[in-house]
């Protein structure tokens, strides 16, 4: 009997230990903010992200605020420039690169002080530069406006061309400007890194663009369309695509040179309002609301929403 109830109480102790030192989930530990408030009236579109901090533009104002993943926390990185800033990336260098809109141009601002360390003036209206990618040796720019992408070359040890010193690439091929609205919108690199793959956003078609010469051929992504296609990211062999207005993501797994792909899933958050761009940091997909189907007034709230993406 005494043995019995010793065995018993064994076993009980056990699984109380047991119950008390198991592992809880690892997201009961991470105190990390899933949804980030931006500043009322701020109008996000691109967002670029270091370590813990994403970087985010304003359509509006040009403004650009830096943010905390960690804390939530924020503050403006660089003033208003009266023109706006879209899509945007971070280089090793802490260089931001900032596509300009309307304005036609593009800067680059020091990610650290918010000065604006050179511009360059691509186009006149009719235009709207867009997005940007950074590749070993370049910047290329996306207008949506015009059948081209604009290339800043990055010279030895990032160097920075002079103000004139950008070209313009004609787009030939499968890709053809279509209607007023938006067409070329976001561009990422193929996971070869030997081309580039651009969105269509009043297509849904993605184009794998050669930088040598500009001819363009459509990815074959069979059964899949990307309407509303805005921001790419490139993760390993997944493209990351952003659909704003249908309020999800698409993950499409590639081949290595960018000519064909797989949809592997479809991603979306409840807190999603019309996301536009995308960044990756710390394990998570970052995006900002753009709410483009909410009327913007200076008290307006705007956040970025954090998602896994896996």
């Known amino acids: 009997m005494n043995r019995r109830i010793r065995a018993a109480l064994g076993v009980a102790l056990t699984a109380a230990l047991v119950s008390t030192v198991a592992p809880t989930p690892a997201a009961a530990h991470d105190r990390r903010p899933t949804v980030l408030a931006l500043p ?14 994403a970087y985010l533009g304003s359509r509006a104002t040009g403004e650009i605020y830096r943010a905390d993943l960690v804390t939530g926390a924020g503050a ?8 706006p800033s879209l899509g945007l990336k971070v280089d090793p260098r802490g260089r931001l690169f900032v596509a300009g809109g309307t304005a036609g141009d593009a800067r680059v601002v020091d990610a650290r002080t918010g000065a604006v360390l050179a511009r360059y003036q691509f ?8 997005d940007v990618v950074l590749t070993r040796d370049a910047a290329w720019f996306t207008d949506s406006n015009r059948p081209v ?5 990055l010279g030895h040890g990032g160097a920075l061309p002079p103000a ?10 499968d890709f053809q400007q279509s209607g007023t609205g938006v067409n070329l919108n976001g561009i990422a690199p ?3 890194g030997r081309a580039l793959i651009v969105v269509q956003s009043n297509t849904g078609t993605l184009f794998r663009v050669d930088p040598a010469t500009g001819v363009t051929t459509a990815v074959d992504v069979p059964g899949h369309r990307f309407d509303n296609g805005d921001g790419l990211l ?14 999800q993501v698409a993950l ?9 792909g797989t949809v592997r899933r479809i991603l979306t958050d409840p807190d999603f309002d019309v996301p536009t761009t995308v960044a990756a940091a710390l394990g998570r997909l970052y995006l900002p609301n753009a709410r483009f189907t909410t009327p913007p007034t200076p008290t307006t709230p705007y956040t970025v929403v954090a998602i896994d993406g896996r």
């Open 40 to 53: 009322d009236g701020f109008q996000p579109e691109g967002i670029a992200a270091a370590g813990r901090y």
């Open 76 to 83: 403006r990185l660089s003033p208003p420039t009266g023109t």
């Open 123 to 130: 186009a006149s209206a009719p235009t709207f530069v867009n």
């Open 149 to 153: 992408l604009h290339r800043l070359p």
């Open 164 to 173: 004139d010193g950008f070209t313009t690439l004609g787009l030939t091929g």
């Open 190 to 192: 193929t996971p070869d």
């Open 234 to 247: 490139l993760l390993g062999r997944t493209l990351v695509v952003v659909q704003n207005r249908l309020n």
């Open 252 to 260: 499409v797994e590639l081949n290595r040179t960018g000519t064909a």
